[in-house]
């Protein structure tokens, strides 16, 4: 998968910016505020409409403007998409090849988009709902079908926590919720189990080619039951035993949105017992693993590393240089690093910041 180009209008500092990207690595530089993050943030924008940076729509558009814009050609193959997004205050509309996308599930088949950033070397230390967003993330791009179970189990979630926050629950009903509940999670708890299988078969090796040293890395997945031939049986009485504390806090206890997962480092909790440096690789290697799990070459992901060489060492600079040379293509930011064969595109700082 190639980007060919980007045109954002009104898009945060960036009134009027029109780039060209190649295959391999496209380095992004410019002084502090010339932004360089907006636009790996648009690039980032094509495949889930939705920033990384976790704000709404309305604040991606320019002060000064009632709508943002993106427009990008993208390449699969020999297949060309061209792709608009028209953001407004009242909301977005998605334009592929002139026809109009609803649902996400399927701009994500259109546009895949690899991300770290800096906040990542604390996903090991942050808040679980972090590591599910990886799952859930990597998982719908690679299964749209995936999307589409989340989604349905989200909102049988909302609906029976509205039921526990009522003065007078139903209990039929919240009993229907619940099997709806338990029914939609069956095949989450799946794909989560089988996408953190592949990833421990694969992490290893990008480990030690980002680092030089054969450690011990093992990603574990605990769902709050294991999908056996017992599985509707089991969470059925899972959900049964948490009822009272349900009853008493209004809110759904436990499920797929409460699952974690954690990653060990010579059999010790990296998020508890590892470096910043060692969280910082492992949670790199992690991020660009899902690469490796497509096999047709046209639709492996693009690569975006926001903000990332100037915390690494020399060697551990070099050795990741030289690993992102076997991807398509990748898009790094930075404020003055040089790559040999790079394309290199230098922002100039605006005098418009938003």
Do not use: W
């Amino acid at each position: 998968m190639i980007v060919k180009n980007l045109s954002v209008h009104n898009f945060r500092n960036h009134l009027t910016r029109d780039l060209e990207f190649t295959p391999g690595i496209n380095l992004i530089t410019g002084a502090n505020a010339s932004g360089k993050t907006n636009i790996v943030e648009a690039i980032y924008y094509l495949s889930l409409a939705r920033s990384f940076r976790g704000v709404e729509d309305e604040d991606i558009i320019n002060r000064k403007s009632e709508y943002a814009q993106i427009d990008s050609t993208v390449y699969e193959g020999s297949i060309k998409r061209n792709i608009r997004i028209l953001i407004t205050k009242k909301g977005r509309s998605v334009l592929v090849n002139g026809k109009k996308v609803s649902k996400l599930s399927d701009l994500a088949k259109c546009v895949n988009v690899l991300l770290f950033e800096p906040k990542d070397v604390m996903l090991f230390r942050g808040s679980p709902k972090e590591r599910r967003n990886f799952l859930d993330i990597n998982l719908s791009k690679q299964f749209p079908i995936y999307l589409e179970y989340i989604s349905r189990y989200e909102k049988v979630l909302r609906q029976r926590n509205e039921i526990l926050k009522s003065q007078k629950v139903d209990e039929k009903l919240l009993e229907s919720t619940t099997e709806l509940l338990v029914k939609y999670a069956g095949p989450i708890i799946n794909y989560r189990a089988m996408f953190v299988k592949d990833i421990n078969d694969i992490l290893i090796k990008i480990t030690h080619a980002l680092t030089g040293a054969r450690d011990k890395i093992e990603i574990a997945y605990r769902p709050f039951v294991a999908n056996t031939s017992d599985y509707q049986k089991e969470a059925l009485e899972a959900f049964n035993r948490s009822l009272e504390n349900d009853l008493k806090h209004k809110a759904t206890s436990i499920g797929i949105h409460r699952e974690d997962i954690s990653v060990s480092l010579n059999g010790r909790e990296i998020g508890t017992y590892g470096s910043q440096g060692e969280n910082r690789l492992v949670a790199l290697a992690l991020k660009l693993s899902p690469y490796f799990l497509i096999n047709d070459q046209d639709k492996k992901p693009v690569v975006v590393l926001d903000d990332v060489m100037s915390e690494l060492d020399k060697t551990h600079r070099e050795q990741l240089i030289k690993f992102l040379r076997k991807f398509e293509q990748v898009f790094i930011t930075d404020t003055k690093l040089e790559i040999d064969g790079a394309t290199r595109i230098e922002l100039q700082k605006t005098k418009e910041v938003f």
